[in-house]
């Protein structure tokens, strides 16, 4: 059976909201191992011993620009990992931020995708982003659980 590991990283709940449905959504699917759970409880380890596993991130950016508390941990464990520390694993992402705040727009999901990208390549369905300051959030979500569940038809 394969499995897939779900991690939000909120503060005020959006993603969690988002990766409960995402959980829903694939749990309809009757091969799958879904789980479901804040960034803070994530194993860093788990990434490097079960390479057969995919590991879906949804990441809020918040603060004008900073990882949400919740991802602190994660969020320097990562980016202080040099390359070839990361076995080829399966993951993508999906980024939450707000287009008002130009400057530092979805800068918290967009590093962790430059430095996943980096250090294991290519995500194996395409990392996307959502504009919370449009409807633009809801399509892109749905857009890329699509793209999540072909992923897990394979
Ligand atoms: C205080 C505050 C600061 C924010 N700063 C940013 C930011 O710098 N960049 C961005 O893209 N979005 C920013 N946002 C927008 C959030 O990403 C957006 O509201 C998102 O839906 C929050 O998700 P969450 O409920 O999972 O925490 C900010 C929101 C708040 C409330």
């Keep these: 059976m394969m499995k897939v590991s779900i991690s939000y990283a909120t503060q ?3 993603s969690e909201l988002f990766a409960h ?3 829903n959504e694939l749990n ?7 789980s479901c759970a804040s960034i803070a409880e994530f194993e860093e380890q788990s990434l490097v011993g079960n390479t057969n596993d995919l590991n879906l991130f949804i ?9 949400p508390e919740s991802m602190t941990d994660f969020y320097d464990w990562l980016m202080d990992l040099e390359a070839g520390s990361l076995p080829s694993i399966k993951y993508s992402i999906f980024g939450i931020g707000n287009s008002n705040y130009k400057e530092t727009y979805q800068k918290a999901s967009r590093a962790v995708i430059h430095k996943l990208a980096d250090l294991v390549g290519c995500s ?3 990392c996307m982003e ?3 300051s449009t409807a633009d ?10 793209l999540i569940k072909q992923c897990c038809q394979q």
Excluded: R, Y
């Design 59 to 67: 990441i809020s950016t918040v603060g004008g620009g900073e990882p």
């Design 12 to 14: 005020g709940g959006t």
């Design 124 to 126: 194996v369905a395409p």
């Design 21 to 23: 449905q995402l959980s």
């Design 28 to 34: 309809s699917m009757n091969h799958l191992e879904v």
């Design 130 to 132: 959502g504009d919370a």
């Design 137 to 146: 959030l809801d399509i892109k979500f749905s857009k890329w659980t699509d």
